[in-house]
């Protein structure tokens, strides 16, 4: 029997959204003992927009599925994970992932540990994001700002100090980052546990 679930979702986290339908979608189980993520073909998802949710919330009918809420206002009552100033958890019914960019933003320690791991996962930090220096440079950049992350061969990316996250730009591609990285952890470790609860 199909499992039915929606993601809610903003516009400017679309991407985030198909990501996580693309994790469902994987047939990726090595044996019906050994399920990857979600079962194999035991999901029927669907996607919408918050302002589509809200208005279907307007109905009389009530809605059964399971929900999963991106990067949502309200707050999580049961937290099954926060690392990296990312969440997800319950709240009811619904699975709610959060991104908290301001927490990531005021510790440098916490940055580094996090986009360290985002790249360890094989995504990609582009360019915009921090800017690429040269090795020589290595020395003066620590009595500057005190760290470094190093991406691949020869190439040292810098951290931008914490005004420097103040742009918009700046911060919905950090948030970007760690919603691709919430709903990834969510898929191997949690997702199917959520969509088997009564």
């Known amino acids: 029997m199909l499992r039915e679930a929606i993601i809610v979702y903003e516009n400017s986290d679309k991407e985030i959204a198909d990501k996580l339908y693309d994790l469902v979608m994987l047939t990726d189980d090595k044996g019906p003992d050994e399920i990857i993520g979600t079962r194999d073909n035991s999901v029927h998802l669907a996607k919408i927009e918050k302002e589509s949710w809200e208005e279907m919330n307007t109905l009389s009918k009530p809605i059964t599925n399971k929900i999963i809420i991106l990067n949502p206002d309200e707050d999580i009552d049961e937290i099954k994970f926060l690392k990296y ?49 040269k090795k020589k440079g290595v020395k003066k950049f620590f009595r500057r700002a005190g760290t470094t992350l190093l991406i691949g061969p020869g190439v040292i990316w810098t951290e931008k100090k914490v005004g420097e996250w103040e742009g918009k730009k700046q911060r919905a591609t950090l948030n970007r980052y760690m919603l691709m990285y919430a709903v990834k952890h969510l898929y191997y470790n949690y997702l199917e546990e959520y969509l088997s609860m009564e």
């Open 85 to 133: 100033g990312v969440s997800y958890g319950l709240n009811d019914n619904k699975l709610i992932i959060r991104a908290d960019v301001d927490s990531l933003i005021e510790s440098p320690n916490h940055m580094k540990a996090f986009l360290k791991k985002y790249n360890e996962e094989g995504e990609e930090v582009s360019a915009s994001f921090s800017e690429p220096e």
